[in-house]
T-cell receptor, first 111, second 113 residues
């Protein structure tokens, strides 16, 4: 079953912050986050493992709440280059290579 | 490093034709997968492999076959193309998706008429 992402779309001005959420009805071992620009392949941003860790990648960070089976991606002080569609991918416990993606969140950053 | 290479980049098929989408990676990754992405949608898992000789079905396997005779190659075969298979197909590889991210190929845009 696919994870559910929210919101489906968001429009920001440069410098504003955004949060993208990903939730699953299944227990999760890990959560992936990817960004896809129009007409291109998805690009890996980060992975979070169960244990409730939080990771950072420049001004993009994420958290993983294992108990709630939820992950959130935080984009701070957004830049034009952050525009694209963000996907979370979830791995059920111990399955391996069964990464299932959410429907995506389209982010547009305007000057 | 070339990464993940997919060929062809574009293909038009007639309904009922068969073809093979090629995928090769040079990173010695054990995990490889095929996804399809319909316009404005997310990625859906077709088939995956955790090593040479091992394949399994994903969310939407009907109408597709795969094989994994080597670590490097993971071709996807469309048995009898249907308009519903019009999509962009991505191949991806990883050391281990429990701990590492996927590297995606550039995709094959397939149109079935």
């Amino acid at each position: 079953q696919q994870p559910v992402q929210s919101p489906q779309a968001v429009i920001l001005r440069e410098g504003e912050d955004a949060v993208i959420n990903c939730s699953s009805s299944k227990a999760l071992y890990s959560v992936h986050w990817y960004r896809q620009k129009h007409g291109e392949a998805p690009v890996f941003l980060m992975i979070l493992l169960k244990g409730g860790e939080q990771k950072g990648h420049e001004k993009i960070s994420a958290s993983f709440n294992e108990k709630k089976q939820q992950s959130s991606l935080y984009l701070t002080a957004s830049q034009l280059s952050y525009s694209g569609t963000y996907f979370c991918g979830t791995e059920p416990n111990n399955a391996g290579n069964m990464l299932t993606f959410g429907g995506g969140t389209r982010l547009m950053v305007k000057p | 490093n070339a990464g993940v290479t997919q060929t062809p980049k574009f293909q038009v098929l007639k309904t009922g034709q068969s073809m093979t989408l090629q995928c090769a990676q040079d990173m010695n990754h054990e995990y490889m997968s095929w996804y399809r992405q319909d316009p404005g949608m997310g990625l859906r898992l077709i088939h995956y492999s955790v090593g040479a000789g091992i394949t399994d079905q994903g969310e939407v396997p009907n109408g597709y076959n795969v094989s994994r005779s080597t670590t490097e190659d993971f071709p996807l075969r469309l048995l009898s193309a249907a308009p519903s298979q019009t999509s962009v197909y991505f191949c991806a590889s990883s050391r281990d998706t429990l701990h590492y991210g996927y590297t995606f190929g550039s995709g094959t845009r397939l149109t079935v008429v």
